[in-house]
């Protein structure tokens, strides 16, 4: 993949174009209230919690609708506060007060989505971002597993998310001040155990086991399309050597992948997560709903300067994954070069 004509080959212009695009865009920031830049997101995190009540009751019941009703309730909230609320807490994008971030990613990552907090922001913000699709550092590596055939791997695996996460999460405490180790336990054990407890008093199951089985069922409702959208939106795009890495927008502009709309994974992702990926990644303290406000002002910017603008569907890049899965998914992926945009 090659640099659309025209583009600035010196650093200086990758620079004056990210600056050009980060002033039209905070001019939309500062012209947007409070609900806006953060209220939406947290309105919808806040009637997911609401809805958990009405969700355990639902499973009281022995009507299979009802009872269906209430798995859905509680695998879209669960998937509603572990992904769009841990991913807009690990980037301070849910308020503005330093101390309420440190409160609502330790609740979003540790509590509800059983994972630690210090690797998330390590992981995600500080490599990920910082290193979008450049090998060996932010290269979506850790979403392949070689050893799986594409079936396998695109059907089966992302059951298992429920349960690698809490183990990996553990396996990471051993590199954390013990502290840390010990906070980051406690609060992955107090969620846990707390859907556990629900299950059986409020709900109303009769053994371990099948509360055991419906917290595996409603941790792994949206699973399927969790671990789709993370590798469709950067894996088989341009990948960059770490001595070689093109200039921020250009990174970014070629790096990363906007899916449409789908209103269930919209309101349990986030837009940033699906449809405004690429207007994430270039400004990431933004709240989903002000990613998804500035979308126009970044899409327009980029198409007029003849930079890539990624877009495609998610049928068509499942069925892409799926015809090219050794090349994506096995495979060493190969480096693109951009002459003059290093």
Same mark, same amino acid.
């Given at each position: 993949?090659?640099?659309?004509? #025209?583009?600035?080959?010196?650093?200086?212009?990758?620079?004056?174009?990210?600056?050009?695009?980060?002033?039209?865009?905070?001019?939309?920031?500062?012209?947007?209230?409070?609900?806006?830049?953060?209220? +939406?997101?947290?309105?919808?995190?806040?009637? $997911?919690?609401?809805?958990?009540?009405? #969700?355990?009751? *639902?499973?009281? $019941?022995?009507?299979?609708?009802?009872?269906?009703?209430?798995?859905?309730?509680?695998?879209?909230?669960?998937?509603?506060?572990?992904?769009?609320?841990?991913?807009?807490?690990?980037?301070?994008?849910?308020?503005? =007060?330093?101390?309420?971030?440190?409160?609502?990613?330790?609740?979003?990552?540790?509590?509800?989505? =059983?994972?630690?907090?210090?690797?998330?922001?390590? !992981?995600?913000?500080?490599?990920?971002?910082?290193?979008?699709?450049?090998?060996?550092? #932010?290269? =979506?590596?850790?979403?392949?597993?070689?050893?799986?055939?594409?079936?396998?791997?695109?059907?089966?695996?992302?059951?298992?998310?429920?349960?690698?996460?809490?183990?990996?999460?553990?396996?990471?405490?051993?590199?954390?001040?013990?502290?840390?180790?010990?906070?980051?336990?406690?609060?992955?054990?107090?969620?846990?155990?707390?859907?556990?407890?629900?299950?059986?008093?409020?709900? !109303?199951?009769?053994?371990?086991?099948?509360?055991?089985? *419906?917290?595996?069922?409603?941790?792994?409702?949206?699973?399927?399309?969790?671990?789709?959208?993370?590798?469709?939106?950067?894996?088989?795009?341009?990948?960059?050597?770490?001595?070689?890495?093109?200039?921020?927008?250009?990174?970014? $502009?070629? !790096? +990363?992948?906007?899916?449409?709309?789908?209103?269930?994974?919209?309101?349990?992702?986030?837009?940033?997560?699906?449809?405004?990926?690429?207007?994430?990644?270039?400004?990431?303290?933004?709240?989903?709903?002000? *990613?998804?406000?500035?979308?126009?002002?970044?899409?327009?910017?980029?198409?007029?300067?003849?930079?890539?603008?990624?877009?495609?569907?998610?049928?068509?890049?499942?069925?892409?994954?799926?015809?090219?899965?050794?090349?994506?998914?096995?495979?060493?992926?190969?480096?693109?070069?951009?002459?003059?945009?290093?």
């Amino acid at each position: 993949m090659e640099p659309a004509g #025209g583009a600035p080959r010196e650093s200086a212009g990758a620079e004056a174009l990210l600056g050009e695009l980060e002033a039209r865009v905070q001019e939309v920031v500062r012209a947007s209230s409070w609900w806006e830049r953060h209220g +939406v997101d947290c309105a919808i995190l806040a009637l $997911s919690l609401f809805a958990l009540p009405p #969700g355990f009751l *639902c499973l009281r $019941s022995d009507r299979p609708l009802v009872f269906a009703l209430g798995i859905t309730i509680l695998g879209v909230c669960h998937y509603t506060l572990t992904v769009k609320g841990s991913h807009l807490a690990t980037h301070g994008a849910l308020t503005e =007060s330093r101390g309420w971030s440190k409160v609502w990613t330790l609740f979003f990552v540790e509590v509800c989505t =059983s994972f630690t907090a210090e690797y998330a922001k390590y !992981g995600h913000v500080k490599m990920h971002h910082g290193y979008t699709n450049v090998l060996g550092l #932010g290269d =979506s590596s850790t979403w392949r597993l070689p050893c799986l055939n594409r079936y396998v791997y695109m059907f089966l695996a992302p059951l298992l998310i429920p349960i690698i996460t809490p183990l990996v999460a553990v396996e990471r405490l051993r590199e954390v001040e013990l502290r840390t180790a010990l906070r980051t336990l406690g609060l992955i054990s107090l969620g846990l155990y707390s859907q556990y407890w629900l299950l059986l008093n409020v709900s !109303g199951f009769q053994s371990p086991g099948s509360a055991l089985a *419906c917290m595996l069922i409603t941790r792994s409702l949206l699973a399927h399309p969790y671990l789709h959208v993370n590798i469709f939106q950067h894996i088989g795009l341009p990948m960059f050597s770490p001595d070689k890495k093109p200039r921020r927008i250009h990174m970014m $502009s070629l !790096g +990363v992948l906007n899916l449409p709309r789908l209103p269930v994974l919209d309101w349990a992702f986030g837009h940033s997560l699906i449809s405004c990926h690429v207007e994430h990644h270039l400004f990431p303290r933004l709240s989903d709903n002000m *990613c998804l406000k500035v979308k126009p002002v970044v899409s327009q910017f980029l198409h007029e300067k003849q930079l890539p603008y990624n877009e495609d569907s998610y049928l068509a890049r499942f069925r892409l994954f799926l015809q090219r899965y050794e090349e994506f998914m096995v495979q060493t992926p190969p480096i693109t070069e951009l002459v003059g945009l290093q």
